[in-house]
């Protein structure tokens, strides 16, 4: 099957899906998020697949959600903003929801949008030059799945989602437990087929179950009426819209995103080393 902007290959039971826009750094528009909906379908259809791995082509696993598709639709209020958000959303929890073991392959910057693409997943295999972070509140914008507290806790969601903190090193991504294993680059797309491999090797219906009755357990919790109630509130955030984001989104328009960047930036003190 051929898409634009999704890679979608099997290596015997294992699937492969590449994000493929790296000119974009693979940033998530509107187009992206459908393929990998089809293309997670198709994989979940398939009794030959029995893992699936998500990475992203070139340097990069993904900025996250594309501002300059934003800056083009210029999507304002409520009604607009809603099934934006929700595809968004949506589409994150496919990899939470599929019964199939989904695994994060990842090296360089995994943001925002992303950063909660990898949450959703089973597990992360990093290589040593990935780094994460949420960086929306910096900017104006709200987070769409709030996954974070529950893998964290609050304190540490807090810290990272308040502050926008948009550069976790792979090594405290590791200590924090949002990354499994760290290995060099050049080893990245070998390990995290292994991994894959080792768990398509089991049982298919062992491992569905299995990952049912561990997602249950947060889930029994409120984990998906929690991420309903967070949706709507940064529905609530994106269609007020908040100063912040209204000027840097016309920085960006006139200026340019790097501009719109090192206006963002600007603002908060500077980080000691």
């Known amino acids: 099957m051929s898409y634009q902007f999704i890679r979608y290959e099997k290596s015997g039971s294992v699937a492969t899906l590449t994000l493929s826009r790296p000119e974009r750094t693979n940033a998530l528009n509107g187009a992206m998020l459908g393929e990998i909906s089809d293309t997670i379908t198709a994989a979940e259809s398939d009794p030959e697949v029995r893992a699936i791995i998500v990475t992203g082509a070139g340097t990069a696993f993904s900025s996250g959600f594309d501002l300059k598709e934003q ?11 809603q099934p934006i958000l929700r595809k968004d959303f949506e589409t994150v929890m496919r990899f939470w929801h ?14 925002a949008g992303a950063f909660e693409l990898m949450l959703a997943c089973d597990a992360t295999i990093a290589s040593e030059t990935a780094f994460f972070g949420e960086p929306e509140l910096k900017f104006g914008a709200g987070i769409v799945v709030m996954l974070l507290p529950w893998l964290t806790g609050p304190k540490i969601a807090k810290e990272i989602i308040f502050s ?26 070998e390990a995290s087929l292994t991994f894959a491999q080792h768990l398509a090797a089991i049982d ?46 016309e920085i960006a328009r006139t200026q340019g995103l790097k501009a719109a960047l090192a206006w963002r930036d600007s603002r908060f003190p500077a980080k000691r080393t």
């Open 71 to 81: 800056m083009e639709r210029r999507p304002r209020g409520m009604a607009e903003w």
């Open 98 to 111: 599929c019964p199939k073991p989904t695994i994060a392959s990842v090296r360089g910057a995994c943001l």
């Open 164 to 189: 926008g903190e948009d550069r976790i090193l792979v090594q405290r991504a590791l200590a924090l437990g949002l990354v499994n294993k760290i290995v060099p680059d050049s080893e990245l797309e």
């Open 204 to 249: 298919p219906e062992v491992m569905r179950q299995t990952k049912r009755a561990i997602n249950k357990s947060f889930e029994m919790r409120g984990l998906l009426e929690a991420l309903d109630a967070a949706l709507d509130i940064d529905l609530l955030i994106e269609g007020h819209g908040s100063p912040d984001k209204l000027e840097f989104m």
